[in-house]
């Protein structure tokens, strides 16, 4: 089925290792988002890459950084994890062109001890 | 800017009862408006959507929503629940291809079905 692809669906890590976060769509959207869901605060945007060979920040970009590696992929970097940053990720994209909705991924749960 | 308020973080309803949740909206310019589900350990999914023409618009799941720009609202309803219907909802607003097609969401409604 056609859809966004995200990889892993869980994760622990220790207080400051690493990670990449993977998400891969095969709609041939232009535009691809990351945000984190935390309990009571909806969704809050990451990175955002509007187009392929751009990248912006969003409504809560430190302690990440993005690639967008293709028009296919976007991957979320944990350079040192922080307990704080504790969350579910979710990776989406658009046809922002033609105003249609985004498309969701299911998720990385992502714990950091 | 944009901005999206959704009134009432939980809202419980009995099995056949009407199903309205609130959001209301800010948006500099005409908004393109999103009602989303998203249920236990999955991502969001949409439900309906307004961006131009017929202010009532129909969705998934025998949901509607209605497009009022005197009121910058966009409440969603339902008129029966059923026990599937319990999950989180998500109101959001886009301003169309500008501003990198961004969407600003609100901070969900969890609906609660009694039997």
């Known amino acids: 089925n056609a859809g966004v692809t995200q990889t892993p669906k869980f994760q622990v890590l220790k207080t400051g290792q690493s990670m990449t976060l993977q998400c891969a769509q095969d709609m041939n959207h232009n535009s691809m988002y990351w945000y984190r869901q935390d309990p009571g605060m909806g969704l809050r945007l990451i990175y955002y890459s509007a187009s392929e060979g751009t990248t912006d920040k969003g409504e809560v970009p430190n302690g990440y950084n993005v690639s967008r590696l293709n028009k296919r992929e976007f991957s979320l970097r944990l350079e040192s994890a922080a307990p704080s940053q504790t969350s579910v990720y979710f990776c989406a994209s658009r046809d922002r062109v033609n105003n249609q909705p985004q498309h969701f991924g299911d998720g990385t749960r992502l714990s950091i001890l | 800017a944009q901005s999206v308020t959704q009134l009432g973080s939980h809202v419980s309803v009995s099995e056949g009862a009407l199903v309205l949740l609130r959001c209301n909206y800010s948006s500099s310019v005409p908004p393109y408006l999103f009602w989303y589900v998203q249920y236990p350990n999955q991502g969001l999914q949409l439900l309906l959507k307004?961006?131009?023409?017929?202010?009532l618009v129909k969705g998934i799941n025998g949901f509607e929503a209605e497009f009022k720009k005197s009121e910058t609202s966009f409440h969603l309803t339902k008129p029966s629940a059923h026990m599937s219907d319990a999950a989180e909802y998500f109101c959001a607003v886009s301003e169309g291809p500008t501003n990198a097609g961004k969407s600003t969401f609100g901070d969900g409604t969890t609906l609660t079905v009694k039997p």
């Open positions: 307004y961006t131009t023409g017929a202010t």
